[in-house]
């Protein structure tokens, strides 16, 4: 039971392990509009999405690579037709399916058949604590009630629901009542991220971030009601990293254990790998799954530590936190080879505490995500 | 959920949490949301006999016999086991 531990390695491939996680963007199409999207803000269209068959066959391939969950994310998912078609492909390929969801356009009877076709888990997204401000942030009238009325579904087919919700300046000092929420929607996990700047996020960042103060308090009542619930209600907790002293392990390493495909067929290392410039991302419309993770110019681009720094070679942490984030160190320092500017030890880190700090004064207005109109 | 285990105690997997062989790294696995447990040959040997009906000194007593093994030492480490996955909120008892 101690920490993963990989061991044996595909003979012909050696020193690249195999991947865990495979995160699915099915669709970029989402009813909703939340400004601080995971999505890149150049959104991919529906005639460019992937087909059913397309999908079922990339999710044959990470079966057989080693991937072990599948995460169905988007946009929302449930905006495709042939969701359940391909809850039904990871089932029949013994793959876990999480469901990630917003909750506001699936049926009791769509949910049933979901769950019939062995969905595994629902993660449900909630905007806000209360109708206004998840409206207000999601752009969606009545999305609050859609939501709770979806959650009493997944509850009644006795599906395990995770809440997760997005903190950030306009609903950081909910924090009580997401918890309050989740316990009242009888879900068995929350999960409170604060927004990782990157896609609509890093757009809106000047509208999101939250003042130190607001970020430190909300991280207390976390730690109280963990202690508090602990046995009734698990509480994962993603902290801000602008104001932190050390870097995420993003991603848990570059092409180390999960990987992204988008609704078009790219193969990412992450979500936001797009942002970098100059990296070479091959479609799985044109490549096999394994020949991504193993082969393709982007996943070994970052793969390992001996492109970091010095400060990061000597660092005992190294191995642990793998220099942080690459979109991160580029976006602040210009180079996405330098270390995760978040880290003490990052010549920029006062940059990013200043940058944070500015944010959080500013009096901007979400600009919500939409999908660019033709030829903007 | 109760804190205290006892012989008497039933548990199981919660709804959500599978155990499948992992063919891609030799071993098993305990998968759950957003998590992955890779578990060792002992971990695997006793939550196979977790049916959710049998009692945690059943379990002992099925497994001292397969593997002709102490059974204080078995019980030991089923009950650390057990503990340990139950704080994880991948086993509950019934």
């Known amino acids: 039971m101690s920490d993963p531990t990989l061991t044996g390695k595909p003979a012909s491939e050696p020193r690249i392990d195999p991947p865990m996680g495979l995160l699915a963007e099915l669709t970029h199409r989402c009813p909703l509009q939340c400004p601080y999207c995971s999505n890149p803000v150049e959104l991919e269209r529906r005639s460019d999405e992937l087909t059913t068959a397309d999908w079922q066959r990339i999710l044959c391939e990470a079966a057989a690579l080693g991937v072990l969950q599948v995460h169905l994310s988007g946009g929302e998912p449930a905006a495709r037709r042939d969701l359940t078609e391909l809850v039904a492909t990871c089932a029949e390929q013994q793959l876990y399916s999480n469901l990630i969801t917003a ?226 160190a580029l976006m602040v320092t210009g180079d996405a080879r330098q270390m995760d500017p978040v880290c003490e030890f990052s010549p920029w880190h006062d940059d990013i505490q200043t940058l944070a700090i500015a944010d959080s004064a500013r009096d901007a207005a979400f600009a919500y995500r939409r999908f660019a109109r033709r030829g903007e | 959920m109760s804190d205290t285990l006892t012989d008497s105690t039933v548990v199981r997997l919660p709804r959500g949490v599978r155990m499948r062989h992992d063919a891609a790294r030799e071993g098993w696995v305990l998968l759950a949301p957003e998590r992955i447990f890779q578990l060792d040959a002992i971990a695997h040997a006793v939550l196979e006999n977790v049916d959710g009906e049998r009692s945690l000194a059943r379990i002992v007593d099925d497994l001292a016999a397969h593997y002709n093994a102490e059974r204080s030492r078995i019980h030991h480490d089923v009950h650390a086991l057990f503990r340990a996955l139950i704080e994880r909120g991948v086993l509950e008892t019934v």
């Open chain 1, 103 to 328: 909750g506001v356009n699936i049926s009791p009877q769509r949910l049933a058949e979901l769950a019939d076709a062995g969905l595994d888990h629902v993660q449900l997204s909630f905007q806000g604590a209360t109708p206004e401000v998840t409206e207000q942030v999601s752009g969606l009238r009545g999305a609050h009630d859609k939501k709770r009325a979806f959650a009493a579904e997944v509850r009644a087919l006795e599906l395990p629901l995770t809440l997760n919700v997005v903190l950030h300046r306009a609903n950081i000092d909910q924090v009580d009542d997401f918890i309050a929420l989740a316990l009242a929607l009888g879900a068995e996990r929350l999960e409170l991220a604060h927004a990782q700047y990157y896609g609509w996020a890093l757009h809106n960042r000047s509208a999101l971030m939250p003042p130190r103060a607001e970020v430190m308090a909300a991280l207390a009542k976390v730690e109280q009601a963990q202690a508090r619930l602990k046995g009734r209600l698990a509480i994962d907790s993603v902290v801000p990293d602008y104001y932190a002293r050390r870097p995420k392990p993003c991603m848990n390493g570059w092409g180390r254990q999960t990987l992204n495909v988008t609704p078009s067929g790219l193969g990412l290392p992450c979500h936001a790998a797009q942002r970098i410039p100059g990296l070479e991302f091959w479609s799985l419309r044109e490549h096999t799954l394994a020949d991504v993770w193993y082969r393709s110019p982007a996943f070994n681009a970052f793969r390992g530590t001996d492109f970091l720094p010095d400060t990061c070679q000597r660092c005992e942490r190294r191995d642990i936190d793998f220099g942080g984030c690459r979109c991160q």
